[in-house]
T-cell receptor, first 112, second 116 residues
Framework: ELKVEQNPLFLSMQEGKNYTIYCNYSTTSDRLYWYRQDPGKSLESLFVLLSNGAVKQEGRLMASLDTKARLSTLHITAAVHDLSATYFCAVDMIVGANNLFFGTGTRLTVIP | DTGVSQNPRHKITKRGQNVTFRCDPISEHNRLYWYRQTLGQGPEFLTYFQNEAQLEKSRLLSDRFSAERPKGSFSTLEIQRTEQGDSAMYLC??????????????FGPGTRLTVL
């Protein structure tokens, strides 16, 4: 059965600091998505990574994908309070329904 | 607003009652998904429609659950004889037909179900 594991599950960091969230998955897939979820809200698409070595950046967030290691990272640079949210990675099953398998999420709190 | 919409946003019901949720996907998106999210967890896949055809169902979708997408546009998810374990956020997502190589899904705001 496919497993998608994120770590850390909880992350508390000070404004201005850098940190990385890791997403490991157990199947061969070259399609990986990152979503953001604010409390009580739905999921907002952040990044779509479609090949080995893919790197995408938006503002203070940068995502990368290593399909050989089955690992994706979400790097936060100089964190600000507005980045506080839960971040999910999700793997595309490619076949069948193409449904997404989500990790358990990383709850990020940025402290002023 | 042309995003995915869901109604109601909140539903409180008593155990044993039936509930129905509605999802309106982004216009012209032919793929529609239902997910369930419990507190502290990521969304879990329930079922998938391509146009009006329900093509896949998760084992999480017990026989008390039924979903329809009668005209290939909006979809409904019905839960019969609700149980307290059904309490969760029910999320709908859609994705467009013109991206065969990947499947970025756009999520609605969700319906939060509380079963007393």
């Amino acid at each position: 059965e496919l497993k998608v594991e994120q770590n850390p599950l909880f992350l508390s960091m000070q404004e201005g600091k850098n940190y990385t969230i890791y997403c490991n998955y157990s199947t061969t897939s070259d399609r990986l998505y990152w979503y953001r979820q604010d409390p009580g809200k739905s999921l907002e698409s952040l990044f779509v990574l479609l090949s080995n070595g893919a790197v995408k950046q938006e503002g203070r967030l940068m995502a990368s994908l290593d399909t050989k290691a089955r690992l994706s990272t979400l790097h936060i640079t100089a964190a600000v309070h507005d980045l506080s949210a839960t971040y999910f990675c999700a793997v595309d099953m490619i076949v069948g329904a193409n449904n997404l398998f989500f990790g358990t999420g990383t709850r990020l709190t940025v402290i002023p | 607003d042309t995003g995915v919409s869901q109604n109601p946003r909140h539903k409180i019901t008593k155990r044993g009652q039936n509930v129905t949720f509605r999802c309106d996907p982004i216009s012209e998106h032919n793929r529609l998904y239902w997910y369930r999210q419990t507190l502290g967890q990521g969304p879990e896949f329930l079922t998938y429609f391509q146009n009006e055809a329900q093509l896949e169902k998760s084992r999480l979708l017990s026989d008390r659950f039924s979903a329809e997408r009668p005209k290939g546009s909006f979809s409904t998810l019905e839960i019969q004889r609700t149980e307290q374990g059904d309490s969760a956020m029910y999320l709908c997502a859609s994705s467009p037909r013109d991206r065969p190589t990947y499947n970025e899904q756009f999520f609605g705001p969700g319906t939060r179900l509380t079963v007393l």
